[in-house]
């Protein structure tokens, strides 16, 4: 088993990647995200921090998303429509248009509805399902390339 290049995973959007390094890097990011919401959380302006937060992750995120995507042959702008919905709902909590947890707005809510159910198909999507057999247009398989990350 090769090593994960973690800055290439974190950094940047070409190539393709596998179920294994997808989830581990999914995970990673995952877990420094949470660790940093709890943190920024404690202060008197927890909702905006933590918004903030999730914006700062979006970026490694979009990447490990967009080549895990592109190994499943499913197009950039596919996997950049969830991370600009996600945008716009932390975006709206940042400037305070996205209301409280105890009282958020109609706004807010409707898109969580649709956001959750775009969340749940791409894990589903680029989690559990094998990637494109033999290269594509992204660049090679990289189950079979020695070239995998």
Not at 38 to 55: H, T
Not at 58 to 66: L, M, Q
Request: aromatic content about 14%; charged content about 15%.
């Amino acid at each position: 088993m090769q090593a994960l290049d973690w800055s290439y995973l974190f950094l940047s959007f070409d190539g393709r990647i596998g179920r294994r390094a997808f989830w581990a890097a999914f995970l990673a990011v995952a877990a420094l995200e949470l660790a940093c919401h709890l943190v920024v959380y404690r202060f008197e302006d927890g909702e905006r921090m933590s918004a903030i937060v999730s914006l700062a992750f979006a970026y490694p995120e979009f990447a490990v998303f967009a080549k895990r995507g592109q190994d499943r042959n499913i197009s950039p702008y596919v996997i950049g429509a969830f991370f600009v919905l996600s945008t716009c709902m932390d975006f709206l909590v940042v400037t305070g248009l996205g209301g409280s947890t105890q009282e958020p707005d109609p706004v807010l809510v409707l898109l969580s509805l649709p956001w959750i159910a775009f969340a749940l198909a791409l894990l589903v999507e680029l989690g559990l399902r094998r990637g494109t057999v033999g290269p594509n247009r992204y660049g090679p398989d990289p189950l079979t390339s020695s070239q995998a990350r």
